[in-house]
């Protein structure tokens, strides 16, 4: 995908919200590296934004990480996420939408996104309704310079059209596999994020 630079402006609850976008983005992109251990292995078990609601999630999200092992964790993303033929889980929007791949959502996200001014990285193999794909969008519209397109109205409707109408179907979908240990834990905490936001903007609309 091809953004605008993010913004480097002094840490606050906005920048907190776009990491957060950021981090979960790359758990679901591709498993989790040393250097992503690593972070694990010393994070803090207090809640990444603030909001009681997130501690427990991301305080089992930490544990979870410090069980597992670089080697332990790409077996499971491939089991669910790379299976031959059909995998056990879908992490696209247009799955969950229509029933199948490369579907109307799809081509409505792309328009969406054009007019945002944002492009696809043709190196990228996952196409735009990808879970990672979808929260670095998001991330963008929290974080970046453009005050024309990174804003809270533009980050309201994007939410609203794009993430909340599936993420949570995905979530859900990653509880029903027995194998599912890190992608569980991730899953949680992105269920309760989404949460968050949602009620965010909906008092953003009374």
Known sequence: M???PISTEPFSEEIARAELYGLLARLWFAPPDAALFEQFSVAVTEAPEAGGYLEAPWQALVATFREMTVESAAQEFAALFQGVGKPEVFAYGSYFLAGFMNEKPLAQLRTDLA????TRDSAQFETEDHIAYVFEVMR???????AGVSNLEQQRRFFRNHVQTWVEQLCDAVDEQPGARLWRAIAAMTRAFMLVEA????LLET
């Open 140 to 146: 963008y519209l929290i974080a970046g310079d453009d």
């Open 2 to 4: 091809t953004t605008q």
């Open 199 to 202: 009620q965010a903007f909906d």
């Open 115 to 118: 007019a945002l001014g944002l």
